[in-house]
């Protein structure tokens, strides 16, 4: 897969995501994993805590699709790269939280991941 052109409103979402803190990502994230009425039940270091979780559960194949991916060898716009990222991750999560997911690992690094 090679890069492809992102639609405005893509890239207004991966900007979004990305100028994000990463303690908002993941809560949103567990939002996403708690399904509806989490934001009324949840506490916040809970829906974070899944979030966490999720990575550990999917950490195999996130590294499967993103470690050593020609397209990520020169990470160089941030909001493009989240697109990137979110698309190659498109299969282990939905499309929204492929943004969320994307960002949260960019603001880890790929190394994070990858190393």
Same mark, same amino acid.
């Given at each position: 897969? =090679?890069?492809?052109?992102? =639609? ?9 995501d990305?100028?994000? =803190? ?29 979030? !966490? !979780?999720?990575f550990?559960? !999917? ?30 991750i498109a ?8 943004? =969320? ?15």
């Amino acid at each position: 897969m =090679t890069r492809r052109d992102h =639609t405005p409103d893509e890239l207004a979402l991966a900007a979004a995501d990305i100028a994000r =803190t990463e303690d908002d990502l993941l809560l949103d994230l567990g939002l996403a994993l708690a399904g509806p009425g989490a934001a009324r039940d949840g506490d916040a270091d809970d829906l974070r805590g899944r979030a !966490n !979780n999720w990575f550990d559960r !999917n950490r195999d194949e996130l590294k499967k699709r993103l470690c050593g991916h020609p397209d990520l060898d020169r990470l160089t716009d941030a909001a493009l790269d989240t697109a990137a990222v979110a698309d190659l991750i498109a299969g282990t999560t939905g499309k929204p939280a492929a943004y =969320t997911v994307a960002a949260i690992i960019l603001k880890r690094g790929l190394h994070w991941l990858c190393g």
